[in-house]
């Protein structure tokens, strides 16, 4: 078997990277981490002619090879190191058409490395749109290099670009300009100090501050015949090397591109006219929140109360074909129950990351950017921090993740910290059976009460996540250096494989992932509900039989009761009973104490615990709902979820820091315990305190 | 009184002539922000800031802190 062509995409955010690396994959790639770090790591596979393979890596998109993030750095530490297996034999730089003269800046440095690289041309369909010709063999030899006119929208190129990788080792590897002549005597200083070395190598590893397989920084300040300069003066070289780059690029368009400004049409001015205006673009954003939740909340509800009828039927449905025993109900009253609690989601999740991702793809998250900076301004975040509020009410990792590309540490560290208030569709199941219980159906005006409250509940977490940032932004003494460059990208018609494939991905990443977790609890909260220790538990039976001889129950009756009294002593009944006394000041009982001591791992598990504590001990299935709508207060009477407790709940789970994985990302993204430990504090106390006045004030 | 691109109005054009302020990020420049490269307002947010520039052709938008710190030359008015 020949060896597999490795690839690495390389360009610029918004040129269409991902649409060129999902034309040349299709369905076959996954997403990973790189190791120790939660940049997202995209590769697949393509099939090339002649039967050969090409293993493709998206890397993240980038400006330059300075990196001023980790993402960006990832990019840097994989084509500086020929050691690493992922590195590769030839680089593809994706430009897009319309903006070619800054493209091509990163495409110089590439060239440097002398690695083969390809240029794609993407987006060639906008050429005659935008009045654009060009000279692709003139710029084929000023650029050294083979260019692939792609359209991924029209499906054009793609072929073109297969049969150029697969003919890698044809292209050239020399640089298309010398840098080095911005500090002639510099750079032959440094030439003589590394002979073995390649020179714009070494220049990164000065300028970046960053380790880079086998030559480092400081071995670099080791050597005494060379001096590095200091950082004012590398900064200035850094700017005279850029300028030097965009002279040789602007004089190979010059030739090599011709744009007849009056053939083009631009759509942006028109849109942007109205979309960033002072009044009608914060109103057209309002509306476009405000439908997103609307439509969450309606279209989701129909498949989601399938779902829900369906495990209930299927759990069923294996007590009465499986023979009777532990086995059986492990899987009707564990399994089941808990993988029903998983599915449940998908529909919201699934809306959620299209709406998401087609306000991306469409270039509008951008214009929210420069909409909502200068409030955000006010409570210490950036225009940037929108974007992860709005994803975390779809999942606040993936939104912790997207907080990268703010500038600013203490920003960005604000945006971290105060993202887990939103909320995240892990809580909305939650909601929804709490809301359908103790909320009135009716209706206000036409919105229904339910919808409103949801509304509400969604509201207070946005507030609560202003509100903690502006105390923040109050209490951190951090100084950082701040600035904020935006890029603008063209308005495009979302790409449905695009959108497809990003729905699919994220789908099925929470699935896998939290799935895991909801399922290994609903396991072990069926085994400690099914077993325990005691004569409580273990003569049930004898000793209901006794207390009740006298009353005559029906033996369905009987049975109910004794299941109730076992799972009252069950292991699972003995730790909710021991916190009993911190929650009943809430409202809660030990059944929802032990939903809320297991949804610390995942608030999502919080529904699926209920329904399995709730089968476990009922002989007829029946939706969760409905079991939790017959619960009656032990002590009080009357029915346990009431509005009083019910609001308590729905308070609790709008501050409370519960979810394993977030802090483990906080963790992660902040380089310190610190941080994740004030997060679990602070909110779950202060969410324990607002659900108990809640609680308090109504009952 | 040396001009900066916090001053440029809608409609007018411009002509970057100075960048070297060590408070202008890398990126920025690495995007297209240079001397002798035009610069035109497209859109400013309420109270003038951020503002949404075309330089060069590139279209982003920068805080009018950073704004300040760019010395430009107006070429039309």
């Known amino acids: ?699 | 009184m040396k001009l900066t691109l916090a001053d440029i109005k809608r409609g007018q054009q411009g002509v970057i002539i100075d960048v070297s302020s060590i408070h202008i990020p890398l990126k920025l420049l690495e995007m297209g922000c240079l001397p002798g490269n035009p610069v035109e307002l497209v859109q400013v947010a309420p109270f003038a800031d951020p503002m949404y520039l075309n330089i060069n052709g590139t279209h982003l938008a920068i805080r009018k802190e950073t704004a300040i710190h760019i010395l430009i030359e107006i070429s039309n008015v």
């Not at chain 1, 369905?27 to 596979?45: A, D, F, R, S």
């Not at chain 1, 300075?66 to 840097?76: M, P, Q, T, W």
């Not at chain 1, 509940?457 to 202003?466: D, Q, R, V």
């Open chain 1, 1 to 699: 078997m020949s060896k597999q062509i490795n690839v690495a995409l390389i360009g610029n955010p918004n040129t269409g990277k991902t649409s060129v690396f999902n034309s040349l994959t299709g369905l076959n790639q996954k997403v990973g981490n790189y190791p120790g770090i939660t940049v997202e790591k995209k590769e697949g596979i393509c099939k090339l002619p002649r039967g050969v393979k090409a293993h493709i890596i998206d890397l993240p998109g980038t400006y330059s090879l300075n990196a001023s993030s980790l993402d960006e750095n990832v990019v840097i530490e994989l084509l500086l190191n020929k050691n690493d297996k992922d590195f590769p034999d030839v680089a593809v730089v994706v430009s897009d058409v319309e903006n070619l003269k800054r493209n091509l800046l990163l495409y110089t440095q590439i060239k440097d490395l002398k690695i083969p690289t390809i240029l794609v041309i993407n987006m060639s369909d906008r050429m005659a749109y935008k009045g654009i010709q060009l000279d692709i063999a003139y710029l084929e030899k000023e650029l050294q290099t083979k260019i692939a006119l792609v359209s991924t929208r029209k499906n054009k190129g793609i072929d073109q670009l297969k049969e150029l990788i697969t003919n890698y080792k044809e292209l050239s590897t020399e640089p298309c300009l010398n840098a080095s002549e911005i500090d002639k005597e510099y750079f032959d200083k440094l030439r003589k100090a590394f002979p073995n070395q390649l020179l714009y190598k070494l220049w990164l590893v000065i300028t970046q501050d960053v380790n880079f397989g086998k030559i480092d920084r400081n071995e670099i300040d080791a050597i005494n015949s060379f001096k590095t300069k200091g950082k004012a003066d590398l900064k200035r070289l850094q700017q005279k090397e850029t300028i030097k780059r965009y002279q040789f690029i602007n004089n190979t368009l010059k030739k090599g591109q011709t744009i007849d400004l009056k053939s083009a049409k631009d759509l942006r001015i028109k849109l942007d006219r109205i979309l960033t205006h002072k009044v009608w673009g914060y109103l057209i954003f309002a509306v476009i929140l405000l439908t997103i939740f609307q439509a969450i909340y309606d279209w989701s509800s129909v498949p989601m109360d399938f779902i829900d009828s369906a495990f209930a039927s299927l759990s069923e449905w294996t007590k009465n074909v499986m023979p009777e025993g532990a086995f059986t109900s492990l899987i009707a009253e564990g399994i089941i129950p808990g993988l029903g609690g998983i599915v449940i989601f998908i529909p919201q999740i699934a809306f959620l990351f299209l709406f998401i991702s087609v306000l991306e793809e469409t270039g509008y998250m951008s214009r929210v950017v420069f909409l909502m900076d200068r409030i955000m301004r006010r409570f210490g975040l950036s225009g940037k921090s929108v974007v992860p509020l709005i994803s975390g009410t779809a999942c606040a990792i993936p939104a912790i993740m997207a907080t990268r590309n703010i500038e600013s540490w203490k920003e960005r560290l604000i945006t971290i910290l105060v993202t887990p208030f939103t909320t995240c569709s892990a809580r909305l199941p939650v909601y929804l059976i709490i809301i359908s219980l103790v909320i009135p159906e009716g209706r206000f005006f036409g919105l229904s009460y339910q919808a409103l409250t949801l509304m509400l509940l969604y509201l207070i977490g946005f507030g609560a996540a202003i509100i903690s940032a502006w105390i923040l932004n109050k209490i951190l003494k951090i100084k950082s250096k701040t600035f904020f460059v935006v890029e603008m990208p063209n308005y495009k018609l979302p790409l449905f494989k695009n959108v497809a494939l990003t729905v699919l991905e994220k789908t099925k990443s929470f699935v896998f992932g939290a799935g895991k977790i909801i399922l290994a609890i609903s396991i072990v909260l069926w085994f400690l509900a099914s077993y325990g220790s005691g004569d409580d538990f273990n003569n049930a039976e004898e000793i209901i039989t006794t207390q009740f001889a006298s009353e005559n129950l029906s033996s369905e009756e009987l049975q109910q009761k004794i299941s109730s009294h076992q799972l009252e002593h069950s292991f699972i009944g003995i730790a909710g009973h021991a916190i009993e006394p911190a929650i009943r000041p809430l409202g809660y009982d030990w059944k929802i104490g032990i939903a809320i001591v297991s949804s610390f791992a995942a608030r999502e598990v919080f529904v699926g615990t209920l329904a399995t504590i709730y089968s476990v001990g009922s002989d007829e299935e029946e939706t969760i709902k409905n079991r939790m709508a017959g619960e009656v207060n032990p002590i009080l009477g009357g029915p346990l979820f009431n509005f009083a407790s019910g609001i308590s709940l729905l308070l609790f789970y709008a501050f409370a820091m519960q979810c394993m994985s977030t802090l483990a990302v906080v963790k992660r993204e902040t380089n310190s315990w610190k941080w994740p430990m004030y997060q679990l504090v602070i909110m779950s106390a202060f969410a324990y305190v607002v659900a108990l006045i809640a609680y308090q004030v109504l009952k």
